[in-house]
């Protein structure tokens, strides 16, 4: 499995596409802008878009879901806590330009225990709320070591659940503090200290580094 991380939008939204190398097919995390531009680098790769998956509903994640999927009819997956904003952006319209946003037709709901399966790639869904009503986040617990071979880590996107020496925010409408340290103690930061955590913003960093460094958690 291959991430490519390209930075989007006003806000500097990390969206991901994930390459399952052996088949070509990929999964696109958190379009929050250039829409075009992903799809470019999509079609660049000759890879086949398995689905959108938003890691929450706030606008600089979700702005170009819609022109993914009419572009490319590609189910869009989201947490039903969080489906509504795609309908309506609330209290983000001061943030974000949306006026030309075109909405998601059509999404499929996903919660604690799927699995989004493309090619021989596999992303478990977990339930991660705090940051959003209904946030969640996407592992894969890496590969196992065999004979001759070191094995690879597991990697997690987390959304704006957690970030480089810092925690999401949680001043927002549905955004709860306890429910967001609870979800970081029990479903990130128990994960092997060598997973790479990959954030809705800034630099990727690991489980490992934020158990020691990250303030908001000593």
Same mark, same amino acid.
């Given at each position: 499995?291959?991430? %490519?991380?390209?930075?989007?939008? +006003? ?5 991901? #596409? ?31 878009? %398995? ?6 509903? %706030?606008?600089? %994640? ?72 209904? /946030? ?5 617990? $890496? /590969?196992?070591?065999?004979?001759? +071979? ?23 409408? $549905? +955004? ?11 479903? #990130? #930061? ?6 790479? #955590? ?21």
């Amino acid at each position: 499995m291959k991430v %490519h991380r390209r930075v989007v939008g +006003s806000l500097s939204t990390n969206c991901y #596409i994930v390459e399952d190398e052996g088949s070509g097919k990929a999964v696109l995390i958190d379009p929050g802008g250039d829409g075009e531009g992903i799809l470019e680098f999509v079609n660049s790769r000759e890879l086949d878009l %398995h689905c959108v998956v938003l890691t929450h509903g %706030h606008l600089d %994640h979700v702005v170009d879901a819609g022109l993914i999927q009419a572009k490319t009819s590609v189910p869009v997956l989201i947490s039903e806590a969080d489906s509504g904003f795609l309908d309506d952006p609330g209290w983000m319209r001061p943030f974000i330009d949306f006026e030309h946003m075109m909405r998601v037709k059509e999404r499929t709901f996903v919660r604690e225990g799927d699995v989004i399966s493309f090619g021989n790639s596999r992303l478990h869904v977990i339930e991660t709320p705090g940051h959003s009503p209904g /946030s969640i986040s996407l592992y894969w617990p $890496g /590969s196992r070591k065999i004979q001759g +071979s070191e094995g690879l880590p597991g990697v997690i996107f987390s959304g704006d659940l957690i970030f480089s020496r810092s925690v999401g925010r949680t001043d927002f409408p $549905g +955004s709860d503090a306890h429910l967001l340290f609870a979800s970081i103690r029990n479903k #990130i #930061i128990s994960l092997p200290g060598d997973t790479v #955590i990959y954030p809705g913003h800034d630099v990727p960093t690991t489980v490992g580094k934020e158990r020691t460094e990250n303030p908001f958690l000593l």
